[in-house]
C-alpha cells in the first residue's frame, strides 16, 4: 500500500501549485482591490470560472490548450516539454482551482487595508512598487496567508480538473482525490478509507490554520 | 493580544522553511524518473487490478514498460479526443470505443475485443437469496434495483437492454433506481438501500456485503466486451501492437480469469 | 510662496478656490464639508483638480494647462493626515525612516530631539499616545525633507491639555525648521497660536482671508 507515497505526492503538488499562484493571484488581487481599468469586470470573471465551472470542464480545457495538438502544448512540445499525463499537469489543475480562493481572499484582504497608509507612503516618496511590498502586501500578510492556505485545502481535494487533464496513472499522477476514486470504482473500499483519513488529517490542519490566521487578522 | 503584524512575520517564515523542503524533494524526485519511454494505456477503471497484473508481467518478460491511466470510459475517450498522449485504449464498451474512432483517432485495423464480461445479480449478504433467473426480479419483496444510470454507465445500458430483450423492462422500471457507476450500484446493494442489483460479474466478486443470486449466462444475455484499439496520433506504433498482442495473448487470459474476466 | 488655483469636483460637491499664501503658516479654518482636506489631497497629489495649478515656492505641482500633474511622490510635501495613519507594521524608527530622502531629510537626531520622541524609537507605534503618535507623525513628515508640511486638523484628536503640549512642537517646526506649513484647522484658539494667515472657507469657496492685523474673528 503506497498510500503514504500519494499523500507526499499530493501535498507537494498543492504545495507547489499554491506557490506557483501566489504571485499572480496577489498582484490581481491588489489591482481589483485598488485599480479601475477597462476590462476590469472581465478579469473578475476569469479569475472566478474555476470556481463556478464544473472542474472536469476546467479540466478539459486544460487539456485542449496543452495537448499536443493543442495552442500551448504545441509550443511546450517543441522545448520537450509534456504536461498532459504528469505531476506538471496535476500542479497546473491544482494551481487553476486554487487561483479563486486565494485571489478573493487575498483581495478582501486588501479591501480591508486603510488607503491612508498607501497615500502617505506615496507622499513620502515611496514608488507604487515600494509602496505594495513595504506596505499593502505586509498588511494584507494575513489574508494573503489564509487564502494561500484554502488554495492548498483546495489542491488537497482536487479531483475533476486533475483526472482529466493528469489523469489516474499509479505512481506518477495519482493525487489523494484520484486515488480514492479509483479504489472504491475497483471495490477496494479499506484502501480508499485510509487516504480518506489522511486527506481529512491534512484538510483539517490546514483548514484549521487559515482559520486561526483568519481571526487573527486586524478588524 | 499580539499585534497582528508580528503574526504575520512569524507565519512568513514558516511559510519558507515549510516550502524549501518540499520543493528541493520535488525536483529530486522530478530528475529521478525513469529514462525508457513507456508507453501510455488509457484503460477502463473495472480493469485496474487485472490490467496492473498484466502490464507487470508484460514488463517481467521483458517486452517494454507500460504506464497505465484509469477512468471512466468516457472521459477516457474525451481525453484522447481532446489530444491527450495516449497509445492504446481499452474501454468498457463499444459505445466509448465508436466516439474515439468517429473522431478519427483509432489506428485502422487495430480495433481488437480483449475480454468479456458477464451481467450479474447481487443481493445484500444478510438478505441472501437464489435467482431461478431474471424474473425472479418481479418478486414483490425486491422494492429497489439497483442499475447503472442507463443514460451515461456502460452497464446501465447493459442491464437495461438485456431486461428489454426479456421482456420486463415495463414490469420493473418503476423499481429501478439509476446510479452514477456501477460500483454506486453495487454499493446501493451493499448498504441495504437496494434490495438488487445489476452489475458486472467481476464486481460482484470482489464485493464484500453482497452476494451474487444470478450470473446471466453468456449465451442469453448481452455481448459484454472490452474493446482495445491503438490510438493513431501514438509515436510508439510497433510497441502499442506489441503490448494488444501481449493482451489478447494467453498468458494474458490466465491473469484476466483470475480476476474474473472470460 | 503657494499659490493654488484649482476647480475640483467631487460627486455634487464642487471646490473653486483660489488661494496665495505668503506665511510661515497658514490655516484653512471653515466648517466641516467646507473643502479644506480636499484642498490639503489636491496640493499633496492624492486627488486631482479638473483645473487650474498649484505652484509652491515657483515649482509648478500642477497646471492643467500645461498638462503637468506631479504624482505625489515627486512634489515634496510631508502630509500628516487627521488620523495620522503611523505604519502599524512598523516601529517609531521605521516610521521615521521610511521617506527618508539622502541629500534632503534633516538630521534625525535633531528631529527627533526637537519633537522630544528620541526615547520612543524601538517602541510599537500601536503603544503610543495620541500625543506621541501626533508627534512621530510629523517626524516622519519631516524627515522626508519636505518643501510644505500640510496638518490635517493636528490637534484635533487629542485633548485640550494635550493641545496645548503639542502646539510648541509646531510652533519648533515652523520657527527652526524653517518648513511653511498649511493645516486645517476648526479650532479658534489653536488657529490664533499658529497662523498668521487664516483662509476661511465654506461650502467649496474661499470666503475670507484673515491676517494678524486685520483678524475680523470674534
Known sequence: MDAWRIAWFTVLCATGATLIVLPPAVVIAWLLARRTFPGRAVVETIVSLPLVMPPVATGLILLMLLSRRGPIGRVLERFGIDVVFTWKAVVLAMALMGLPLLVRTALAGFEQVNVRYERVAATLGASPARIFLTISLPLAWPSVLAGAVLAFARGLGEFGATIVVAGSIPGATRTLAVAIYGYTETGRDSDALVLLLISVAIAFAALWSAHRLVERRPA | ?262 | MIDVDIELVQGSFTLAARIRIDSAAAALFGPSGAGKTTILDAIAGLRTPRSGSIVVDGRVLFSSKDRINLPPQQRRVGYVPQDVALFPHMNVRRNLLYGRHPGLSPDLDRVVGMLEIDRLLDRRVTDLSGGERQRVALGRALMSGPSLLLLDEPLAAVDVPLRRRILPYLLRVRDHLRVPIVYVSHDREEVEALADVVVRLDAGRVVGVDTPGTRLMP
Open chain 2, 1 to 262: 493580544m499580539e499585534p497582528a503584524w508580528s503574526v504575520a512575520l512569524i507565519s512568513l517564515r514558516h511559510v519558507r522553511t515549510l516550502v524549501a523542503i518540499p520543493l528541493a524533494l520535488w525536483i529530486a524526485a522530478a530528475q529521478g524518473l525513469p529514462a525508457p519511454k513507456p508507453i501510455t494505456v488509457s484503460a477502463a477503471v473495472s480493469l485496474t487490478d487485472a490490467l496492473t497484473a498484466v502490464a507487470e508481467a508484460y514488463g517481467r518478460e521483458g517486452l517494454g514498460s507500460v504506464r497505465l491511466n484509469f477512468g471512466a470510459s468516457n472521459v477516457l475517450a474525451r481525453q484522447i479526443v481532446a489530444g491527450a498522449p495516449v497509445d492504446v485504449f481499452i474501454s468498457a464498451d463499444e459505445a466509448q470505443m465508436d466516439v474515439v474512432a468517429a473522431a478519427g483517432m483509432l489506428k485502422e485495423g487495430t480495433r481488437v475485443a480483449i475480454v468479456h464480461n458477464q451481467l450479474a445479480i447481487v443481493v445484500p449478504t444478510d438478505r441472501p437469496r437464489t435467482f431461478r433467473g431474471i424474473s425472479d426480479l418481479t418478486n414483490p419483496a425486491i422494492k429497489r434495483i439497483a442499475i447503472g444510470d442507463p443514460a451515461a454507465v456502460p452497464a446501465g445500458v447493459y442491464a437495461k437492454q438485456y431486461l428489454e430483450k426479456e421482456g420486463l423492462w415495463d414490469a420493473v422500471s418503476a423499481r429501478i433506481v439509476p446510479a452514477g457507476s456501477v460500483r454506486a450500484a453495487l454499493t446501493a446493494v451493499e448498504s441495504g438501500a437496494a434490495d438488487a442489483a445489476i452489475v458486472y460479474r467481476t464486481d460482484a466478486r470482489i464485493a464484500l456485503r453482497a452476494t451474487v443470486a444470478w450470473v446471466v449466462p453468456f449465451d442469453r444475455g448481452p455481448r459484454i466486451v472490452y474493446p482495445a484499439a491503438v490510438v493513431r496520433t501514438t509515436a510508439l506504433p510497433t510497441e502499442s501492437a506489441r503490448f494488444l498482442d501481449f493482451v489478447r495473448g494467453a498468458a494474458a487470459a490466465r491473469i484476466f480469469e483470475r480476476f474474473g474476466f472470460r
